[in-house]
């Protein structure tokens, strides 16, 4: 089984890594100093638990590598479409694409019976080039519950989290992704098999959608953001549309929204992701985390005001930083 870990940053190096030392084909695709950290030193993970230093092949050039398997795209969305073609040399007519990304997938209405069968959301694939590329066809989607950083090339650090749930398009066990789950959960990764992947999409995104622009354009944390009154009747009236949306879509959410937002709470002075990302000048994953959700609004007939509203001042913060990926 050859697998090929596409953009082996934090959590890429995490997931590649463990695989390494579990003694699986992986190979890395990653860039920079940290590439050629991974290509003199090896790759060093460092958890709570246990610190190890695995020697991994490493490039930034796919045509080195050849078919795989599986291919694990664990770039941030904006920068997959960039990486259509360039990937191409790593599909076979049976490999695998992982989608590892925060927020609405691609993909998302492939595999799904009714009216929406086939849906594009052009605010994650614009001009279908995902779609046409790629193929929905070959994709697992994933759901990512780890955190992890890069303190310097060559090294990831484990923050917390080792769930990376699968889920066919379609919610079949089929032999491959029964195959991958086997080879992660080998490596040490809880890698489960859910019949249906988008409910925890769904999870996952009910949070990010709304604290995370909402911190963006407060500079807020966490805590912050759920004890101000006013702020958190915000972020309340956007998962209450998001959750809208998604139950016309016969999403289920595990918990209610006053739950959710009590969840983040508790994690404390935490700066979300997107926060981290506009403070340090890097693109911001706003179409994929908030945009598609808006779109996703406008096709099933659900009005989504905050949501819209959110996402428009969003976007102009970041392109006036220059932190907008598009």
């Known amino acids: 089984m050859k697998i090929c870990i596409y953009g082996a940053g934090a959590i890429g190096g995490y997931v590649g890594a463990m695989l390494s030392r579990a003694g699986a084909d992986v190979s890395l695709i990653a860039r920079g100093p940290h590439l050629a950290a991974i290509q003199k030193n090896g790759l060093r993970l460092i958890s709570a638990e246990e610190d190890f230093t695995v020697q991994p092949r490493a490039t930034d050039d796919p045509a080195e590598l050849g078919p795989q398997d599986y291919v694990m795209l664990t770039l941030k969305a904006h920068g997959v479409r960039p990486i259509a073609d360039v990937m191409q040399p790593l599909l076979g007519p049976d490999t695998a694409v992982v989608t590892a990304q925060n927020g609405l997938p691609w993909w998302y209405f492939h595999g799904v019976e009714g009216k929406h069968a086939g849906q594009r959301l052009e605010s994650t694939d614009p001009g279908n080039v995902l779609w ?69 999409i769904w999870v996952k995104l009910w949070g990010n959608l709304s604290f995370n622009p909402v911190s963006a354009l407060t500079g807020a944390t966490l805590i912050e953001l759920s004890q101000d009154p006013g702020v958190g009747g915000v972020i309340h009236a956007m998962m209450n549309e998001a959750k ?26 935490h700066k979300t992701s997107m926060l981290q990302d506009f403070e340090a000048g890097r693109s911001m994953e706003i179409e994929p985390i908030i945009g598609a959700v808006s779109e996703l609004g406008r096709i099933v007939g659900v009005p989504t005001p905050t949501i819209d509203t959110v996402y428009h001042l969003t976007v102009m913060r970041a392109k006036q930083s220059g932190c907008y990926a598009g």
């Open 244 to 269: 809208m949306v998604a139950e016309t879509l016969d999403v289920r959410f595990p918990m209610t929204v006053e739950k959710r937002m009590q969840a983040a709470e508790k994690v404390g002075a």
């Open 132 to 200: 046409d590329r790629i193929g929905p066809e070959r994709v697992i989607g994933s759901v990512v519950w780890q955190a992890a950083d890069i303190p310097e090339p060559g090294v990831v650090k484990l923050g917390y989290g080792e769930r990376l749930s699968l889920g066919e398009p379609d919610g079949s066990k089929s032999a491959r992704i029964q195959a991958l789950s086997s080879a992660l959960i080998n490596a040490g990764v809880k890698a489960p098999v859910r019949p249906n992947i988008r409910n925890e």
